[in-house]
Nanobody, 115 residues
Framework: QVLLVESGGGLVQPGGSLRLSCSVS????????MGWYRQGPGKERELVAT???????NYVDSAKGRFTISRDNAKNTVYLQMNSLKFEDTAVYYC?????????WGQGTQVTVSS
């Protein structure tokens, strides 16, 4: 069974930075495209960034230029570096595949942007 464990969230002021990590076990991690999702208060879960097994990345428009997704296949971990954080980035962040998601989802990590 796949285990997804997100970490690295916290409380940060607008303009600040956070680095999220997602440790993945139970699969051959390196062959899968992975993504970061977020679900803000009262909002649907949205896919924010993806990274292929070869390292190609893609971002939702609101994340372009501010967020960077990366992966370390040796550590079975995917990261999300978030800079220039805004109030609207407040959400619970999850990692998973962009399609044919793994179940169960991880618990997520809370990111709160507040002054």
């Amino acid at each position: 069974q796949v285990l997804l464990v997100e970490s690295g969230g916290g409380l940060v002021q607008p303009g600040g930075s956070l680095r999220l990590s997602c440790s993945v076990s139970g699969i051959i991690f390196g062959i899968y495209t992975m993504g970061w999702y977020r679900q803000g208060p009262g909002k649907e879960r949205e896919l924010v960034a993806t990274i292929t097994s070869g390292g190609s990345t893609n971002y939702v428009d609101s994340a372009k230029g501010r967020f960077t997704i990366s992966r370390d296949n040796a550590k079975n971990t995917v990261y999300l570096q978030m800079n220039s954080l805004k109030f609207e980035d407040t959400a619970v962040y999850y990692c998973n595949r962009p399609t044919s998601v793994f179940n169960p989802w991880g618990q997520g990590t809370q990111v709160t942007v507040s002054s």
